[in-house]
């Protein structure tokens, strides 16, 4: 019997989006078939609707990287998944047996793939994917809040928690806090015992960011971010920098850092292309570094935090399937505290 799911077509903006009747999967050789009950959206989506330099998307392609979901089906091989689990997945997909792999850094295997872009995703009604990539629903949350954690927690804990290296005590600047890997790493970071300081584009967004633990707060579309930082650390600057915009604010992120302080980058979302005055970092020691996803065992270790609490998932808005156009507008917009999420 035929499933629904979202696809594109072509690139475009949010009216490629469409409804298509389609053969459900099934699971092989070490595959489980997932029901999904809900998606999460993230810029991922966008990007790969839009299109993206040097990245060729197979069409048709299921959106969606952020799933949770009841096991239905187990292919030949899996003998320790019952029927009927709640789960969420691990988005991303490795080879498995490469040493990067072997070594839990799967998300550095030179065959990984993130659910929704080059291989299909979420915005269905089913999905198989290797055993490997489930991971049981804290019990503590529906499936639409479980739907909104992988993706941006994941990211946000590999970049403070592997590559900045954390330690207590040390300020943190967060940008965009409104978005899914700024209220994730405002939530590490205090977990970690460090200071926040958290920007946003309104009042209304710092205000919820409070809630969630940052300690300062910067409009930055009435103050300029770096100056601040500098007037809130008395001329030191942060030791760390959660930096996820791009271009319209790597030199500011890049002056706020104190000296030997670490700025991380996952994101590009206002551009790519930055001037850095070499001489600058390294007179000042400061390092620069590159952050994509994390590894599997990585969100085995957060997912417990939500069921004790520890941690919690936002979400901003929840659309069901059929209207994921305007849940793209929304985010495009940049209307939304938290995550948006499809519910199928």
């Excluded at 029901?35 to 993230?42: D, P, Q, R, S, T």
């Excluded at 942060?238 to 030199?251: A, K, L, N, R, S």
Aim: glycine content about 10%; aromatic content about 4%; charged content about 25%.
């Amino acid at each position: 019997m035929p499933i629904k799911a979202m696809r594109i077509h072509r690139h475009g903006g949010p009216e490629v989006l469409q409804v298509d009747e389609i053969d459900p999967p099934h699971a092989g050789a070490g595959e489980v078939t997932v029901e999904v009950k809900a998606c999460a959206l993230n810029h991922l989506d966008i990007w790969t609707r839009t299109g993206m330099p040097n990245v060729r998307i197979e069409m048709p392609r299921i959106l969606g990287s952020d799933v949770s979901g009841i096991v239905v089906e187990t292919g030949e091989g899996v003998t320790d998944v019952p029927l009927g689990e709640e789960v969420v997945l691990q988005p991303g997909l490795s080879c498995r047996r490469c040493l990067r792999c072997l070594q839990g850094r799967d998300n550095e295997c030179r065959q990984y793939k993130v659910l929704g872009s080059r291989v299909d995703g979420g915005y269905t009604e089913r999905l198989s994917v290797p055993v490997e990539n489930l991971l049981p629903k804290p019990k503590r949350l529906s499936f639409e809040e479980a739907a909104s954690v992988p993706l941006v927690f994941l990211t946000a804990w590999h970049m403070l928690v592997e590559r900045a290296r954390l330690r207590p005590g040390e300020d943190v600047l967060v940008l965009a806090a409104g978005s899914g890997v700024g209220i994730a790493a405002i939530q590490i970071a205090k977990l970690w015992g460090a200071r926040v300081i958290a920007t946003a584009s309104t009042d209304a967004k710092l205000a919820r960011a409070q809630e969630l633990g940052a300690d300062d707060l910067v409009n930055y579309r009435e103050q300029d971010f770096a100056r601040e930082v500098q007037r809130l650390t008395d001329k030191k600057g942060v030791e760390v920098v959660i930096e996820h915009v791009g271009q319209d604010t790597f030199p500011k992120s890049l002056r706020s850092l104190a000296r030997g302080g670490r700025l991380v980058t996952c994101g590009a979302t206002s551009g790519p292309d930055i001037e850095v005055d070499l001489r600058y970092v390294f007179a000042r020691h400061l390092a620069l570094l590159g952050s994509y996803m994390g590894g599997k065992h990585e969100l085995a270790e957060l997912l417990p935090l939500f069921d004790t609490g520890r941690l919690k998932p936002v979400v901003d808005r929840v659309f069901p399937l059929e209207e994921a156009a305007d849940a793209h507008r929304r985010m495009e917009n940049r209307e939304q505290f938290g995550k948006i999420v499809l519910r199928i």
